[in-house]
């Protein structure tokens, strides 16, 4: 499984490092080719990467990012990136002739997709899909051997929503790390790859849950106007179903983005600082299969639908509903607003994402979910920890009866807007 942090990744590394892709291509004009052995000793161990200038033309730190690849090395990954994208040509023409102008690859087929390329060993990940690493062990034993300090190499693939691929290679020279990306995609009908570029691992760590997190070495201001985020992250180790399954069904659709349900304590009679009318938009998400139209409720949204959404996951009644959140008893509706300008600020350190890692049964369906959270940005697997207390009803829906944080790391909590404020 891997979250959303490659494919956040991939548009932070390409968008800042193809602006040199000229220098990238003046040395491979002059650079000849090498055998393999050859090649990994002269790239992955050159000591003496070009020095990057600032406004006034004095060095600065070494640039080691845009590194050099060799114009055999490239035709070797392009090729490659050709040979997967072939074998799924026909899933992808399926997603894009349901929409020519936006593909969009859904679950089911990106996981088809996922297992076709899993078939030539490497490891294989899906963006934004909480689905297990395919050819997991082939990443761990890289991993092993890296933590021995031996030199050793491996190519992960990802799925992409869109129905491209990332080609992600790993190396380790002993010393250090070098990662190289391409991105492969079909284009008016036609399979290329857009982007191949190459920097240094300033650092990794694989945590005992099983993520891999790795930092990239980007550019820095004044050679970019703003900083950007370099760090990116895998999830190796297979994922327990039972939490998984519950995390899919009941935590991740909520989150930590734009409501603050997950983000405060709070139990039933006892609500604390928690926005119902935030809290709206991922309740009516669960509800209905589909998220809300903003255009629906310029006007705020009905009285009927609010309660009739906020009462079925949460334990107040619609008296108390008009109590707890921001009400217009005149026009019979509660205001509510989308993220945007105003109360929404998002930033290079994004998104955590939740984790079930415990789940405590007790009587009347009733669970205590134990859920951490995986900070890609901080590269932590525990930026904090909390305990949702929920239950599962007779009819496959579930109310949530209270939230408590338990452990905050040194990184804090997301910061939250009220959007009413």
């Not at 600032?54 to 690849?69: A, C, F, R, V």
Request: hydrophobic share 35%; proline share 4%.
């Amino acid at each position: 499984m891997f979250r959303r942090s490659l494919c956040l990744f991939s548009l932070v590394f390409l968008s800042t490092l193809t602006a040199c892709s000229q220098d990238h291509k003046d040395k491979k004009a002059n650079h000849t080719p090498q055998t393999e052995e050859e090649e990994f000793v002269s790239v992955y161990e050159q000591e003496n990467y070009e020095s990057s200038k600032d406004i006034e033309g004095q060095d600065t730190q070494e640039k080691e990012y845009n590194l050099p690849i060799s114009d055999e090395e490239s035709k070797q990954i392009e090729e490659e990136c050709l040979t997967y994208l072939a074998d799924y040509e026909e899933l992808f023409q399926v997603c894009e002739e349901k929409n020519p102008e936006d593909v969009v690859v859904d679950e089911q087929t990106q996981i088809a997709i996922m297992d076709r390329l899993a078939a030539h060993g490497n490891p294989v990940v899906a963006t934004y899909l909480q689905v297990n690493m395919r050819n997991d062990a082939v990443m761990e034993e890289f991993i092993q051997t890296v933590e021995a300090g031996k030199e050793s190499k491996v190519t992960v693939y990802e799925v992409n929503m869109d129905g491209s691929i990332g080609r992600l290679e790993f190396c380790y020279t002993g010393e250090k790390m070098i990662f190289t990306y391409a991105h492969g995609l079909w284009e008016d009908g036609q399979s290329h790859v857009s982007t191949m570029s190459r920097a240094r691992v300033l650092s990794w760590d694989y945590t005992k849950k099983g993520w891999f997190f790795y930092e990239l070495c980007v550019p820095e201001p004044p050679v970019v106007a703003e900083e950007v985020g370099g760090t990116a992250v895998l999830r190796v180790k297979p994922m327990n179903s039972e939490y998984q399954k519950i995390c899919d069904a009941y935590i991740a659709p909520i989150g930590y983005q734009g409501t603050n349900l997950f983000l405060t304590d709070w139990s039933e009679g006892h609500y604390g600082e928690m926005d119902f009318n935030d809290a709206f938009e991922y309740l009516y998400k669960m509800q209905y299969q589909k998220a809300v139209v903003p255009e629906d409720f310029d006007e705020g949204v009905p009285e009927e639908l609010f309660e009739e959404v906020l009462t079925n996951y949460l334990p107040i009644t619609k008296k108390e509903c008009k109590k707890l959140a921001v009400y217009d008893k005149q026009q019979k509706i509660y205001p509510w607003w989308p993220l945007g300008c105003g109360n929404y600020a998002p930033d290079m350190y994004g998104t955590p994402i939740p984790e079930v890692v415990s789940i405590e049964n007790k009587d009347n369906g009733i669970l205590i979910v134990t859920v951490e959270a995986v900070w890609e940005e901080y590269a932590t697997d525990c930026a904090f920890r909390h305990e949702v207390t929920l239950r599962e009803e007779e009819d496959g829906t579930v109310t949530f009866l209270g939230n408590t944080i338990t452990d905050i790391s040194e990184t804090s909590l997301p910061q939250y807007t009220h959007r009413l404020e």
